[in-house]
């Protein structure tokens, strides 16, 4: 079974999808999918259907929605009616006690095929191979084909993945681009750079990182104008003021010698990470 969920969900198996349209069926089969291999509880699988007023019938609602899943996947097999292909089905979406897991029989996953290039790309970070972090991580977050879940309708659990998963997604990217910039490809970097500080406005380290890409491609008037957005924007939204560590990228774009400092701001410094919309 092939999993992506980091986009619109889609789930095959055999090649065939078996991902339902009915919007319930459909958050059944989110909710395992980022689980796969794991055991998802009834009572996670009720919640994220019916939140915390879930009807008397829940448990067989939810049975049948597991039904129709398997159904899916039976087809997908192509034996409709076979009983082999019946009994296949239920070795992939398996019942356990207390709830039920889905099993990919050795197919993919996109969201555990980013965090594992991520990975890479964080050890060769630490390692020093800054080409090396940066390919593994450019490979990472070409997976995302859009926002997760991005055609589910999403309860309590699956917003809890979606969030996860922006975070290690952020993560990675923040990541990648201090890579970037470490190779100095700041210029190359400059119109992305661009659309990110719009989207995550008060991010931190985003910012850093766009002022260093504009101080190096001499551009430092505008890199000292993004830190006074910045600065507004944090003071008018959340009442803060920047951290020290961007203040001194400011300081150090203001000062006439070679730029000291290093790509990013330092991890361990506290990021913003309020979206636009």
């Not at 290690?168 to 470490?182: T, V």
């Not at 003021?241 to 070679?258: D, G, T």
Request: charge should be positive; proline fraction near 5%.
């Amino acid at each position: 079974m092939d999993i992506g969920v980091l986009g619109a969900l889609s789930v095959t198996e055999n090649g065939a999808s078996v991902t339902p349209t009915a919007p319930k069926p459909r958050q059944v089969l989110a909710l395992l999918a980022v689980r796969a291999g794991q055991v998802v509880p009834v009572s996670a699988l009720t919640e994220e259907l019916w939140g915390d007023r879930p009807p008397r019938s829940a448990r067989t609602t939810l049975q049948t929605y597991v039904l129709q899943l398997r159904e899916l996947i039976t087809a997908a097999l192509g034996q409709e009616s076979g009983q082999d292909a019946r009994a296949v089905a239920k070795d992939v979406l398996v019942t356990e006690p207390g709830g039920y897991l889905l099993n990919t029989l050795g197919g993919t996953s996109d969201a555990a095929e980013f965090e594992r290039l991520a990975g890479l790309g964080y050890r060769a970070m630490d390692a020093g191979d800054h080409a090396d972090a940066a390919r593994r991580l450019h490979e990472a977050l070409a997976l995302w084909r859009g926002p997760a879940f991005a055609d589910v309708r999403c309860g309590v659990q699956l917003q809890t993945e979606a969030r996860r998963l922006e975070e290690i997604r952020l993560c990675a990217l923040d990541r990648r681009i201090d890579a970037d910039l470490r190779l100095g490809r700041h210029r190359e970097l400059l119109g992305e750079m661009s659309v990110l500080v719009s989207h995550y406005r008060t991010h931190e380290s985003l910012h850093g990182q766009f002022m260093l890409a504009l101080h190096r491609s001499g551009r430092r008037s505008e890199a000292l104008q993004v830190y006074q957005r910045l600065r507004t924007t944090l003071s008018k939204e959340l009442g803060l003021e920047p951290s020290a560590a961007l203040r001194r990228i400011q300081r150090s774009i203001l000062m006439p010698a070679p730029d000291p400092i290093r790509p990013g701001v330092e991890r361990g410094d506290t990021q913003h990470l309020t979206r636009v919309g």
